[in-house]
């Protein structure tokens, strides 16, 4: 008999009580709640705690989505854990939330960083991992402290972006609608200096504002919106689907702007989107299974629904994914 397809069986997020508004910024750094609302769709964004690290976030959110597949921590084999804001350099924080977890030593640990991307990028590696026969249930993280990364003194970054978690359990299909159809990962060479946070090359300190993340914001969002419809195309075409058939479509949650373009180019109703970032604003690995969980707690995914995955990010990276429910 053939394998079973791999598939969603549960999510998870969190987000960290403290809630930055856009106003509160506003007393920092010279913007306004209007300049952002209109230029962006963020009102607020979450930050995490002075001792609140990602390996924190990242368990409570794999927590919840452990509790949701009805999955226990001994039948995770593979932990994937998407980031560009690792706790330490080394161990990978997948170690740190595999200790946190319970998670037993037959498991393979280890992060992956394709920034806001990463969440794709993980999700496609532990399909193809968990498809191989090798593994047979993967938790799949995107968790970032981007509050520890920004220039707090730049308008033009630090307004974007917030803390969170989000997670996923993949296995075994458990209905026979369920499962990942497709992904398709992209990177454009030669892109880095869009969209990057320097290392210690550039200054010993990690305070100093020259190792903090840096972005050009209007050729990032050109590319967002060319990139996101490509891939979206591609993975379309190559299922023989029309955009219309998409139930719900979770994109990266960027920038409201980018989001409407896409919508405006695949001829697709604006509320056929999943959108939170008005609430947590860019939270990279985190933002699409944060925003995926939200939707089916919402009631905005359910069983049979198929949903299309869409992602940009620092690279530059993008992709996509189509799934099943
Ligand atoms: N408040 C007030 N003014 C601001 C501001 C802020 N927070 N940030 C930038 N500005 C100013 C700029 O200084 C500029 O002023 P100038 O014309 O006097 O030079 C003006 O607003 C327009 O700047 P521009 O960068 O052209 O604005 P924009 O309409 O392109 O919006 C972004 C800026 C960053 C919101 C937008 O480019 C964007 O979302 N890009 C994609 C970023 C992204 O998604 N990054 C994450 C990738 S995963």
């Not at 509160?24 to 769709?41: H, K, L, M, P």
């Not at 989505?65 to 690792?86: C, G, R, V």
């Not at 050729?219 to 379309?236: C, G, I, P, T």
Request: some cysteine.
């Amino acid at each position: 008999m053939a394998n079973p397809p791999i598939a969603f069986l549960g999510t998870g997020a969190y987000v960290p009580s403290r809630i930055l508004g856009n106003n509160e910024i506003a007393q920092r750094v010279e913007t306004s709640d209007e300049w952002i609302v209109t230029r962006t769709g963020i009102r607020e964004r979450r930050i995490a705690g002075p001792t609140e690290t990602v390996s924190d976030m990242a368990t409570a959110a794999a927590r919840a989505a452990l509790e949701d597949a009805q999955i226990s921590a001994d039948q995770i084999d593979l932990i994937i854990l998407a980031t560009l804001t690792p706790e330490l350099t080394m161990p990978a924080t997948a170690c740190l939330v595999q200790k946190k977890l319970g998670v037993s030593e037959r498991a393979a640990c280890f992060d992956l960083n394709a920034a806001c991307t990463g969440f794709l990028y993980a999700l496609d590696t532990a399909w193809a991992l968990l498809a191989s026969g090798r593994y047979r249930h993967a938790l799949v993280i995107g968790a970032e402290k981007l509050s520890s990364v920004l220039d707090w003194t730049d308008r033009s970054t630090c307004v974007l972006f917030g803390d969170a978690a989000g997670a996923a359990i993949l296995g075994p299909a458990r209905t026979n609608t369920q499962g990942i159809l497709g992904t398709r990962l992209h990177t454009v060479p030669g892109a880095a200096e869009l969209l990057y946070i320097p290392g210690p090359e550039v200054s010993p300190n990690p305070l100093d504002l020259r190792r903090l993340l840096r972005m050009k914001g209007r050729e990032v969002f050109k590319f967002a919106v060319r990139a996101m419809e490509d891939v979206a195309r591609e993975l379309l075409e190559q299922h023989q689907i029309e955009a219309h058939q998409i139930d719900r479509v979770i994109p990266h949650q960027a920038n409201l702007r980018i989001i409407d373009a896409i919508a405006h180019y695949l001829k697709l109703p604006l509320d056929r989107f999943y959108i939170n970032l008005d609430r947590y604003g860019n939270t990279s690995a985190a933002s699409i299974p944060l925003a995926l969980h939200e939707a089916r707690q919402q009631g905005k995914i359910r069983p049979g629904d198929l949903t299309l995955l869409v992602a940009f990010g620092a690279g530059l990276t993008y992709g996509g994914a189509l799934v099943r429910w």
